[in-house]
């Protein structure tokens, strides 16, 4: 079992970066693939940014693509999602998560075996 908890988020203005962390535990962590998606209010969630477990592979939203980076620590056990250029579109909870592909990460949420609670970033315009 994989227990994961964000971190990072918070109230910021258009155009500025965040970095959100994901935190995770259980001996089988690093057999997972990992991915950050996000909801906003009133709408589904969706997929952001996916890693596999090496960290050799990643794939990203297009909405997200070249704003953001997505990268693991597999000795600190936690996931990075950098985000830059933030628009307030990006308003959302962000949430990690973790799937048992392990060498691809999923771009649909049903894939993912583990969730943590989320963590709220907010733009301003």
């Known amino acids: 079992q994989v227990q994961l908890v964000e971190s990072g988020g918070g109230l910021v203005q258009a155009g500025d970066s965040l970095r959100l962390s994901c935190a995770a535990s259980g001996r089988t962590y690093r057999s997972y693939a990992m991915g950050w998606f996000r909801q906003a209010p009133g709408k589904e969630r969706e997929f952001v940014a996916g890693i596999s477990r090496s960290g050799s592979s990643t794939r990203y939203a297009d909405s997200v693509k070249g704003r953001s980076t997505i990268s693991r620590d597999n000795v600190r056990n936690t996931v990075y999602l950098q985000m830059n250029s933030l628009k307030p579109e990006d308003t959302a909870v962000y949430y990690c998560?973790?799937?048992?592909?392990?060498?691809?990460?999923?771009?649909?949420?049903?894939?993912?075996?583990?969730w943590g609670q989320g963590t709220q970033v907010t733009v301003s315009s």
């Open positions: 998560a973790a799937a048992s592909t392990g060498l691809y990460s999923p771009l649909t949420s049903r894939e993912y075996d583990y």
